[in-house]
């Protein structure tokens, strides 16, 4: 072999191994499904969707920069072989592979990566309402608000009953609009029905203008992110520790 094919080689290897680590060596999302009954994971603008039955997980991989991302459970649906039809919750225009955003009630991981000084940028909220418990978190807990949090209180059985629909506890922006509850216009502070969802998850979201109790971040490129519905099978429950096993190859990742 020439020196000179040699030197190609090398540099193609090379290039090869530092695409693989970059690729693969965080942004990966595991979406794990807990619950004692189906859920189809969706996620955009990466991802998809994917159906769980129970301890089934779903990987994907979000580039850097990926933005306005979200992850969420939908429950009761039913497809046809082309991937179309509906779910009674979360539902994302009638596909199984969303493009859009999901219809409330639906509990939402939302995800920024490396944006400003280079974090990672994430929360769990119930603006959209709330259908399924959830805890979001680092495989790689760091310094400061880089850790895991959950929202698994027993919202649906308590929900009020201005909020109650099928299948979940709905947000009060989509049952009343108005400013008041939506915050389209100017500054906006928490109402009686925010204060129902943040006294059951402090860590979550409870109307728009909840950041600053609300928004957790991690330094970009340390850590992978795992979701998990239902962390311990049933509708609700308070524990705080949760497992954030990943894939021992990323032939895992899909």
């Not at 490396?114 to 929360?123: H, V, Y």
């Not at 979701?227 to 311990?232: K, R, S, V």
Request: include cysteine.
């Amino acid at each position: 072999m020439s020196t000179k094919m040699s030197h190609l080689t090398t540099c193609l290897v090379f290039f090869l191994l530092a695409f693989v680590t970059y690729t693969y060596a965080s942004g990966v999302f595991e979406v794990h499904n807990n619950c004692p009954y189906t859920v189809w994971a969706a996620a955009v603008p990466v991802g998809g969707g994917r159906r769980l039955e129970r301890g089934q997980s779903w990987w994907f991989w979000a580039p850097p920069g990926t933005k306005m991302a979200r992850i969420w459970g939908r429950t009761n649906c039913n497809f046809d072989g082309a991937g179309r039809g509906g779910c009674q919750t979360g539902d994302c225009g009638g596909v199984l592979d969303c493009k859009g955003w999901g219809k409330p009630p639906n509990t939402l991981a939302e995800y920024a990566l490396n944006q400003f000084g280079n974090l990672d940028f994430w929360d769990i909220s119930v603006i959209d309402g709330f259908n399924i418990p959830m805890t979001f978190g680092p495989t790689k807990p760091g310094p400061g608000k880089c850790h895991g949090i959950q929202c698994t209180a027993n919202i649906n059985g308590e929900c009020p009953g201005s909020l109650r629909v099928p299948g979940g506890c709905n947000n009060p922006c989509t049952t009343f609009g108005g400013q008041q509850y939506c915050c389209n216009h100017g500054p906006c502070g928490p109402t009686e029905l925010s204060r129902f969802f943040k006294q059951r998850c402090p860590d979550a979201y409870s109307y728009p203008q909840d950041d600053p109790t609300s928004t957790f971040t991690c330094q970009s490129w340390t850590t992978d992110y795992k979701i998990m519905f239902c962390p311990y099978g049933s509708t609700h429950n308070e524990t705080t520790n949760f497992p954030l096993e990943m894939p021992t190859s990323i032939l895992e990742v899909a």
